[in-house]
């Protein structure tokens, strides 16, 4: 199973409502859609997928994984709400692969 594989589970029925949307939601992004919910999931799939093949990422992709990684593994939410919050001020996205998804 690949990264974006994970989403399809988290999505497949009512696993998104019953297992995985308290835990995998970004704090602010309670009122979003399910596929909005997860599209840090996209992001951070490309991302892999860019590193596998350039074997590099640039210095906003690592910040991004880097918080990822705190909010997932830490539950330090913090860096993850920050570049949401920078982005929604921008009114651009994030800066990753996934065509800053998130708004």
Request: charged share 30%; aromatic share 8%.
């Amino acid at each position: 199973m690949n990264l974006i594989h994970y989403r399809e589970v988290m999505l497949h029925a009512n696993h998104w409502s019953t297992l995985f949307q308290k835990k995998f939601t970004i704090k602010g992004h309670e009122s979003l859609t399910k596929d909005k919910k997860t599209g840090w999931l996209v992001d951070l799939n490309k991302i892999r997928n860019n590193a596998d093949h350039e074997y590099s990422v640039s210095k906003e992709e690592h910040d991004y994984v880097a918080a990822i990684h705190d909010w997932l593994v830490l539950d330090d939410s913090e860096a993850i709400e920050k570049l949401q919050a920078e982005a929604t001020e921008d009114e651009k996205t994030v800066d990753t692969p996934a065509n800053k998804s998130y708004k």
